[in-house]
T-cell receptor
Framework: SQTIHQWPATLVQPVGSPLSLECTVE??????LYWYRQAAGRGLQLLFYSVGIGQISSEVPQNLSASRPQDRQFILSSKKLLLSDSGFYLC?????????????FGPGTRLTVL | GESVGLHLPTLSVQEGDNSIINCAYS??????FIWYKQESGKGPQFIIDIRSNMDKRQGQRVTVLLNKTVKHLSLQIAATQPGDSAVYFC??????????FGTGTRLTIIP
């Protein structure tokens, strides 16, 4: 069966510090991968998605970047965090090549920027 | 453009009663809709999905209804239990292989 992991689970960082959040998927090959941000009490905002190694699409201009160094690894980064980067970050995967398919979410990372 | 919204941000239901959560979408047709359940501090969990060639699909205690004429989607939960308390999101795929999410409905089950 497939599983998706995210770490860390929670993170408190000062403004201006760097960020690296990691997501890995097990039990599948060549998945589509997604990063979402969820503000408190709000819906999900798609930040990045990837259909393959090194292929990253950005949905919104922001202070964040994403990379996919390996097939089942997706990393969300920032060089200098802003207060507005606080939120709940979710990674998701789906089966590639089906056009429309369910996305399965990881447990999330709660980021607080102070 | 496409958007997915919900009629009510909150819903309270007596334990054991049935609940209905609604979702409306606009503009473009979607091939695929999904309902997710998100408990506090956790990632969204897949509940049930439906493709546009169907108007009803049933799972365990849940039913999704799709009315393409009025662009309306609903999630029915039968015999609600305390564990059903969560935020429920609808999401649609409007042909670009990405999901558009609604803002969510917070369902509270009253004991």
């Amino acid at each position: 069966s497939q599983t998706i992991h995210q770490w860390p689970a929670t993170l408190v960082q000062p403004v201006g510090s760097p960020l690296s959040l990691e997501c890995t998927v097990e039990g599948t090959s060549n998945p589509n991968l997604y990063w979402y941000r969820q503000a408190a009490g709000r819906g999900l905002q798609l930040l990045f998605y990837s259909v393959g190694i090194g292929q990253i699409s950005s949905e919104v201009p922001q202070n964040l970047s994403a990379s996919r160094p390996q097939d089942r690894q997706f990393i969300l980064s920032s060089k200098k965090l802003l207060l507005s980067d606080s939120g709940f970050y979710l990674c998701a995967w789906s089966v590639a090549g089906l056009g429309t398919d369910t996305q399965y979410f990881g447990p999330g990372t709660r980021l607080t920027v102070l | 453009g496409e958007s997915v919204g919900l009629h009510l941000p909150t819903l309270s239901v007596q334990e054991g009663d049935n609940s209905i959560i609604n979702c409306a979408y606009s503009n473009s047709a979607s091939d695929y809709f999904i309902w997710y359940k998100q408990e506090s501090g956790k990632g969204p969990q897949f509940i049930i999905d439906i493709r546009s060639n169907m108007d009803k699909r049933q799972g365990q205690r849940v039913t999704v209804l799709l009315n393409k004429t009025v662009k309306h989607l609903s999630l029915q939960i039968a015999a609600t239990q305390p564990g059903d308390s969560a935020v429920y999101f609808c999401a649609g795929d409007f042909g670009n292989e990405k999901l558009t999410f609604g803002t969510g409905t917070r369902l509270t089950i009253i004991p």
